[in-house]
């Protein structure tokens, strides 16, 4: 983890910095990839106020805790991070999408079939069936960035799929109508 400290409206002293990256540090535990923090720490009159920037996993979360102690401004920003942070981890522990099986990959456990929500048509779309050739269809596609395209084709007057496969290359798709 890379901390920085900075220090505004005074000169810190040694002690702060090095109690500010003790106390940031055991928020590690919570993270599993490399994450930067910035602290900001200052002092007005009697008021201690810090600043906590961390970035980590695409996520920014910030915390800013005001007291008369640098000791307790500090410890309470670094518990409102933790906080954030757990509560972060917890979403995206809810959210984990669950693993695709191919065939022969063997049968599903009897808990992931109860977890999995019935399938529901979310979009319904009306499509006019344009007559054009194969080749045509080839065209229309590498000049969109469409995954496929449904079309009659001109010789045989049949609905024809035409998808792009992962690789570049196309697929095609007869119906017999």
């Known amino acids: 983890m890379n901390i920085s400290v900075t220090f505004r409206n005074s000169e810190g002293e040694n002690w702060q910095k090095v109690y500010a990256e003790e106390k940031i540090g055991k928020i590690k535990k919570y993270l599993d990839v490399p994450a930067e923090a910035h602290i900001v720490l200052s002092t007005e009159k009697f008021r201690n106020t810090v600043e906590i920037n961390l970035v980590a996993n695409g996520w920014t979360l910030n915390a800013k805790e005001e007291a ?18 757990k509560k972060q981890r917890e979403k995206t522990r809810q959210h984990k999408p669950k693993s695709i099986r191919h065939e022969g990959a063997g049968s599903l456990d009897a808990e992931e079939v109860e977890e999995t929500p019935p399938s529901k048509v979310v979009e319904t779309r009306k499509m006019v069936l344009k007559p054009m050739s194969m080749d045509e269809a080839v065209m229309e596609m590498e000049g969109s ?4 395209i449904v079309y009659r084709d001109l010789s045989s007057e049949n609905v024809t799929i035409l998808y792009r496969l992962d690789d570049g290359n196309y697929s095609l798709i007869e119906t017999n109508s």
């Not at 960035?145 to 496929?148: E, L, N, V």
């Open 68 to 85: 008369k102690d640098m000791h307790l401004a500090v410890d309470s920003c670094v518990e409102k991070i933790e906080k954030q942070l």
């Open 145 to 148: 960035k469409a995954r496929f």
